[in-house]
């Protein structure tokens, strides 16, 4: 195992976590705020997948990056439009409909890109983009600060959601309808109108993390091009205690140990591969099992609010 | 009298020739994947398309398909299902079909049912097996990589260590070592066909241990090429089907499954009234297994010899690649 | 919990079997989801060229056309059955098991490693033998959540979505080496599959020239002992009432973390029979892609069942049909099966947003809490 701790592997470890990470931070922080709103969303990966067909063909038939983007954005968007119908107003087993969507997603995205696209194209996405002076810094320099800005953004997704969720009345609406919809509803909340937004919202971000896989880190789309990190998305916001800065301890530690196993079977480590691959799922439920904080889970999670009842 | 048997005559062979010209030859395929794999699936279907077209179109070869068709179950019915539509040839395209093909082809005697890719005809007269020698142009790929590497480090991401992934490798290998023994290859499989995002990692991973040439398999073999192009200077064998199209630059040559000459003959022999019984496997020696090197790429004249006297050796059977 | 509260929870959850208004609306709001979600899917199917009038005749004849497409309706419910039988029981525990994939695996494998080990033995030992290391396996599977639920309070739609990956790995583990089959290893091919199981710890099939199988008449026969486990046995009493109101159950001295713990096992141990059943009554080796996602649309067999293991059975059926027309009809207008996964996702979608289940859950659960809360003043 020559060189296992060099500088070499080092670097490449922390690169591949940074990209693993950025779609799991999208997608996780957005059901974050679904769930801190009372609201279930399984259908992550499905929305990640339309909205990433979606924002690669937008950037392949335009050429515009951005345009592409948007275009995951509001894909996401509808589709918890979706979602909120349904388990918001319409009052529906939310792990069901949350599957329904899945399906949806997964079918459609494939469909789709038969149709339109065909055969798989590659594309030119997000480049990277160095930031002055920082990514001068020896070693960390050229990890951190030489990333396309679609991972930036989801690296400054974190303290934003924080500050959003903690600090603004938006934050603590959805928070609210959460933990007591009742109460909240009581004090002149609209306990449907805050979860469609926060629902929304975290279906949006779903999407961008679709976009940056189809039009940043891989720069293509392929049929079930997410392969179910939608859910692994959705357990992080469990690891995480519906908390940003949690979130992304998870997705790091996920990631990082998937980069780890990879330079491992590289490196020619005698382990079966299979093992190697099941290291990131095992070492994270150890970590939950590890980890004393253990943040209670919202109150109204999952239950759909009933005026009359109350 | 006679001139009436005559005209009664002439109208029936005209039916018949007309109408044996105008009845399409029908067939029906069934695939695990996405005929967009760009791998495994993809391979079968463009050779169907390939075919009908040289047949004349759609009036010529009809073709039915079913994809996606991973659940045994559903498979079983549907070549039950297209059997019993009276499809001349119904392809069951995925190693899993085999204990449905067993089952059904009996009851249609008059259907000719292939699958593959396995060697087993289970003894009945109206089934073919077809598999492809992978290892054969993984063993010329070999060749070339090793040529080629200008680090003495090569890397394989592949999904899982299983059928044709597994024996395509294990020809590169040989291919390898026949060459320069002091080669280092790293393998890693990333446990999943379709994990795009894992597999660019991976590929990643040995781009940045000093690997300057890659290959791999399965359809989510596209992010090894993704990341390939991203670092630039990486080579990259493919296999199943030409990859070129995805990176014009970077891949040297892809292991082709070429299956229209075995369609071809299926075709022909049903038509003859052979429905079955034999084992098809697609190799250098038939070309039925192509080595497309891609005209993008400048390929010295040196290596360009090296890999056609291995593909010669393969066929004539004077180089012995182990699957 | 008083006498009185405990007999508004047994009375109050009886299940819709004994309540016919009840029953028949029940029915008749699933069926009007999926009406409208053909209706949307038409559109879909009308833009691709293909005419819906066409398609949606196959999908009813597909299913009903046949003696051989009914007999595929009930091979596909038995799965179905099973796994919605566990997943009914952890729901009745408000506990969402979403592990059922992996414990399909873990069934699978246990149940087909005991024939394959012991292939001499007659049919008669190894076919229940084979059963129970699969639902034993499958239990596992559903315990290791349950007890870090329980225990340490680890959330288990987190550790059931790791463990379902776990599984996938220590399959292809298994089928890569130890189970591989020989003659594959021998021929070259090395398949991702194991050796055909010994026939005689097959499933005897029900109707000949078809793939139905006495598995069937398990599902069913377990479909009657779940019930009356969770109607008629303490046990299930007290998995019901941690359910409806975990407090009030702590207070009149029910083991919550236990109770959580025992139903995901349950439902661990059906899912992994489903695993076994298909692999001994259909599939008669290990391969990969086994599960057919069985653990995922097993949750809504289970819902449209309401939840209850009798009305599983025709929620089954329901769905195995559904399942069994969609492919027929793909193979009729010729649209790609990614649109037919589109279109099972929107009758999901609208199926579970007739949300009568959601509503007459909550109710049931606040009128129970009101109930006691009244008894208790």
């Known amino acids: 195992m020559k060189g296992a701790l060099s500088l070499q592997v080092l670097t490449g470890i922390l690169n591949s976590m940074i990209a693993l990470a950025t779609p799991f931070l999208y997608a996780a922080i957005g059901e974050t705020f679904a769930q801190s709103a009372g609201v279930v969303n399984l259908g992550v990966d499905g929305i990640m997948l339309l909205a990433g067909f979606g924002a690669f063909f937008v950037a392949l038939t335009t050429g515009n990056l951005w345009l592409g983007l948007l275009a995951a954005f509001l894909v996401g968007v509808a589709m918890g439009l979706v979602m909120s119908l349904i388990s918001v107003s319409l009052k529906a087993e939310q792990g069901v409909s949350g599957i329904g969507l899945y399906m949806f997603g997964l079918g459609m995205s494939s469909l789709l890109f038969k149709v339109l696209v065909g055969t798989v194209k590659t594309i030119r996405g997000f480049p990277p983009v160095s930031i002055p002076f920082l990514s001068s810094i020896p070693f960390a320099g050229p990890i951190l600060f030489h990333n396309s800005v679609i991972v930036y953004g989801a690296f400054l997704l974190v303290p934003l959601a924080w500050v959003v969720l903690e600090k603004t009345s938006l934050g603590l609406k959805i928070k609210a309808v959460g933990q007591n919809p009742a109460a909240a509803d009581s004090l002149g909340i609209s306990v449907v109108g805050v979860r469609y937004l926060a629902v929304c919202l975290g279906a949006g971000l779903a999407g961008i993390a679709g976009a940056s896989l189809s039009i940043s880190l891989l720069n293509l789309f392929q049929d079930n091009l997410t392969s179910g990190q939608g859910f692994i998305a959705v357990a992080l916001v469990y690891f995480g205690g519906w908390s940003p800065f949690g979130v992304l301890a998870g997705s790091l530690l996920f990631s990082v140990v998937n980069s780890i196993q990879l330079w491992m079977q590289v490196l020619g480590v005698d382990l079966p591969a299979s093992v190697a691959v099941m290291l990131p799922y095992v070492l994270t439920i150890l970590a939950l099992m590890l980890s004393s904080n253990r943040a209670r889970q919202p109150a109204a999670l999952n239950k759909p609010f009933d005026r009359s009842e109350n | ?323 | 919990m008083s006498s009185s509260e405990r007999s508004a929870v047994k009375a109050e959850t009886r299940g819709p079997v004994f309540d016919w208004a009840k029953l028949v609306l029940n029915g008749a709001l699933p069926l009007a989801g999926v009406v409208m979600a053909l209706a949307v899917a038409g559109v879909f199917l009308a833009l691709l060229g293909a005419n819906p009038l066409t398609a949606y005749a196959a999908l009813v004849a597909g299913s009903l056309g046949s003696t051989f497409g009914l007999t595929q309706t009930l091979v596909k419910a038995t799965p179905l059955l099973l796994v919605g039988l566990g997943i009914c029981i952890a729901f009745r525990a408000n506990v969402i098991n979403i592990g059922a994939e992996g414990q399909i695996i873990l069934g699978a494998l246990a149940g087909a490693a005991v024939p394959l080990s012991m292939p001499t033995l007659p049919g008669w030992f190894l076919i229940p033998l084979a059963c129970a290391a699969g639902f034993a396996a499958g239990a596992l599977w559903g315990f290791v959540p349950g007890i870090l639920k329980a225990r340490m309070r680890v959330n288990e739609i987190l550790s059931t979505i790791m463990m379902n990956a776990i599984a996938q790995q220590l399959m292809n583990f298994l089928l890569q080496g130890p189970m591989m089959d020989p003659e594959n290893v021998r021929q070259g091919t090395f398949l991702a599959q194991s050796a055909r199981i010994p026939t005689q710890a097959w499933l005897p099939r029900l109707v000949p020239r078809t793939l139905l199988h006495a598995g069937l008449i398990l599902a069913v026969v377990l479909a009657v002992v779940v019930y009356i486990f969770l109607w008629r046995t303490t046990v299930g009493y007290e998995i019901r009432a941690v359910g409806l109101n975990p407090q009030a159950s702590s207070y009149a001295g029910i083991d919550v973390p236990f109770n959580v713990a025992l139903s995901l096992t349950l439902a661990g141990g059906f899912a992994g029979l489903a695993g076994v059943v298909e692999v001994i009554g259909v599939q008669h080796r290990l391969m990969e892609g086994l599960t057919s996602g069985y653990g995922f649309t097993g949750i809504v067999a289970a819902l449209l069942g309401g939840l209850h293991p009798l009305g599983l059975i025709p929620a089954a059926v329901f769905f195995g049909d559904l399942l069994v027309g969609a492919d027929k009809m793909q193979r009729a207008v010729q649209v790609p099966s990614s649109l037919v996964t589109a279109i099972l996702g929107m009758i999901v979608l609208f199926v579970s947003g007739a949300g009568i289940w959601a509503r007459t859950w909550a109710a049931r659960r606040l009128a129970v809490g009101r109930r006691g809360a009244e008894a208790r003043r």
């Open chain 2, 1 to 323: 009298m006679n001139s009436r048997r005559i005209v009664i005559a002439f109208a029936m062979i005209a039916t018949l020739v007309l109408g044996a010209a105008a009845a399409p030859f029908r067939i029906a395929v069934i695939m695990p994947s996405a005929t967009t794999d760009m791998a495994f699936s993809q391979s079968m279907w463009s050779a169907l398309l390939a075919v009908q077209k040289e047949m004349g179109g759609e009036s010529a070869l009809q073709i039915k398909y079913t994809d996606n068709m991973y659940n045994v179950p559903d498979a079983a019915a549907a070549i039950r299902d297209y059997a019993s539509q009276g499809f001349d040839i119904v392809i069951a395209h995925g190693s899993q079909y085999g204990s449905s093909v067993q089952d059904v082809a009996p009851d249609f005697p008059n259907t000719t049912f292939a699958w593959g890719t396995d060697v087993n005809t289970f003894g009945m007269p109206n089934v073919y097996a077809y598999t492809a020698a992978a290892e054969q142009g993984g063993y010329v790929n070999g060749v070339l990589a090793a040529l080629l590497s200008r680090s003495k480090k090569i890397g394989v991401t592949g999904p899982i260590e299983v059928g044709d992934a597994k024996t395509y490798i294990d020809g590169f290998v040989q291919g390898v070592q026949s060459v320069d023994k002091s080669i280092s290859i790293s393998k890693t499989w990333t446990g999943s066909f379709s994990d795009v995002a894992l597999m660019t990692a991976a590929a990643k991973t040995q781009i940045a241990n000093g690997a300057d040439i890659l290959t791999g398999s399965s359809q989510s073999v596209v992010g090894s090429i993704g990341a390939a192009k991203d670092k630039g200077g990486v080579l990259w064998f493919g296999t199943q089907a030409d990859q070129a199209s995805l990176a014009t630059k970077l891949v040297v040559a892809s292991q082709v499954y070429d299956w229209t000459s075995m369609l071809r003959e299926i075709i022909a022999q049903h038509r003859a009234g052979v429905l079955g019984g034999k084992v098809y496997t697609l190799t250098l020696d038939n070309g039925g297994l192509k080595v497309a090197f891609n005209p993008g790429y400048a390929l010295p004249a040196s290596a360009k010899q090296a890999a056609d006297a291995a593909i010669k050796g393969i066929s004539n059977g004077s180089i012995a690649v182990q699957p």
